[in-house]
């Protein structure tokens, strides 16, 4: 499979936690990362392989996976976290690279 | 700190090529720690990997209906840049272009950092 489906939007009340997803036949052979991306900015990596955070990334991300399926939850969103995330890994040939279609997080 | 810089015209008329050249700092495009990559995000739309040049000068380019056959990815290691052509464009390759230095360890890998963009618009 080369799809990886996202939910296209979803809202969180402030300090909450909200979960994203994201499905795919490729995510049982491969890590999904999470990039988010605010409005007028270029997208920035905020989970990475199995669940790393890169430097700079509030623990309050952090990812997970079982089977076709990846998620990153945001424990905690806070006013800053409202953004586009987008999900990433590769195809079932391992050879291209596919994004998700896009989540819209919104803090209420 | 690694930056990426893309560069090119923000104009191309269609049946044109689109060259963008992506000047890196911080990092060398001889490291073989990473790929070279481009990606784009049509207007309002979401992200779409175009290809990538490695530090060995190994290409790989999507195999979307969107982009085959049409995309070439080279790099000049002596300026420490890389470059993406896109041959017979039309309105559809109207998007904001990316370069993108993707890091490789064990079997992960992810795409940090990401260059601001250059918004490319195909119009006569």
């Known amino acids: 499979s080369s799809e990886l489906t996202q939910d296209p939007a979803v809202s969180v009340a402030l300090g909450q936690t909200v979960k994203i997803t994201c499905q795919g036949g490729?995510?049982?052979?491969?890590?999904a990362n999470w990039y988010q991306q605010r409005p007028g900015q270029a997208p920035l990596v905020v989970i990475y392989?199995?669940?790393n955070r890169p430097s700079g990334i509030p623990d309050r991300f952090s990812g997970s996976s079982s089977g076709h399926i990846a998620s990153l939850t945001i424990t905690g969103a806070q006013a800053e976290d409202e953004a586009d995330y987008y999900c990433?890994?590769?195809?079932?040939?391992?050879?291209?690279?596919?994004f998700g279609n896009g989540t819209r997080v919104t803090v209420l | 700190q690694v930056q990426l810089q893309e560069s090119g015209p923000g104009l191309v008329k269609p049946s044109q090529t689109l060259s963008l050249t992506c000047s890196v700092s911080?990092?060398?495009?001889?490291?073989?720690?990473?790929?070279w990559n481009w990606i784009r995000q049509h207007p309002g739309k979401g992200l779409e990997w175009i290809g990538f040049?490695?530090?060995?000068?190994?290409?790989?380019?999507s195999n979307s209906p969107s982009l085959r056959s049409r995309v070439s990815i080279s790099v000049d290691t002596a300026r420490n840049h890389f470059s993406l052509r896109l041959i017979s464009v039309t309105a559809a390759d109207t998007a904001l272009y990316f370069c993108?230095?993707?890091?490789?360890?064990?079997?992960?890998?992810?795409?940090?950092?990401w260059g601001q963009g250059i918004l490319v618009t195909v119009s006569s």
């Open positions: 993108v230095r993707e890091e490789h360890r064990g079997f992960e890998d992810w795409f940090d950092p």
């Open positions: 911080g990092a060398s495009v001889n490291s073989g720690d990473y790929t």
């Open positions: 040049i490695s530090s060995t000068g190994n290409t790989y380019y």
């Open positions: 490729s995510l049982r052979s491969f890590f």
């Open positions: 392989g199995k669940n």
């Open positions: 990433s890994s590769r195809d079932s040939s391992g050879n291209q690279y596919v």
